[in-house]
């Protein structure tokens, strides 16, 4: 069942939750639509035209409605029971792992792990693209703080809580990586908050954006892959060294086409 009916899960403790609580509400489902549908087939049976050919006129039987109110309302007392039981583990995010590394930051922004400390990146969704922004501040200093940013692949850690800071720069997009819990939509003007923790290293998650957002919203992927906290740290350094040397040349080469005339020091051609 869990293969053709349910969510994706395994990559991140509320995806599983979210998994458990999705499998639950459809066994309940079907138990109910299997105990209608026999209801309705044993009533055309035995209450079939060749046997009552005329019909009993019954104005009420008040213990079968008593009985069928108060079936529906355990019903939905056990669905509300089962999800206030699983959503805390979807909506509070757990700690890292003891072995994970230095690079988690302490911050204010909900959510927040019971230790306070956390991984957070910045999502920006604009068309047709994702950007990350790596570090505590991202969606207030990035370009003063000078943070490491990639797109379309976000690089996590394997073991780290991390915090997503979810804002859009155009149109309403949805971060959806499904294997890693609930997609949460990007609205313009407005900060939305996530969190996941990848459970395993040297994986590799596909999502998309969730939110029709314009004619290339097909191609506006997202991928998350999940490396060792030491790769990470490697790659975060690689990744800031290798836009300074970029920003360094773009520097440079504005500095010549100012003195070539080509450009005002406006950036104006």
Known sequence: MAACCSVKSGGSPNANSIHSLYDII?????????????FVLYSVWAFRASKHPVAAQIHGNTKLELGLTAGAAGILVILAVVTFIKLPSIINPPNSDASAASVLSASLTAPTPPSGNKLTICVTGRQFIWRYTYGAGCNKSSWADKLPYSYQEMVVPAGET???VIQSSDVIHSWWVPALGGKVDAVPG?????WFKALHANELYHGQCAQ??????????????????????????RQATLISEQ??????????????????SSGVF
């Open 162 to 164: 991390v915090d997503l």
């Open 190 to 194: 407005f900060t939305t908050y996530t």
């Open 247 to 264: 920003n360094d040349q773009v520097s440079e080469l504005r500095k010549d086409l100012i003195k070539k005339g080509d450009l005002t």
């Open 212 to 237: 029709l957002c314009g004619r290339e919203h097909a191609f506006m992927t997202a991928l998350v892959k999940v490396v060792t906290p030491s790769q990470y740290e490697s790659w975060l350094k």
């Open 26 to 38: 459809f066994v309940i489902a079907v138990l109910v639509f299997l105990t209608v549908t026999g």
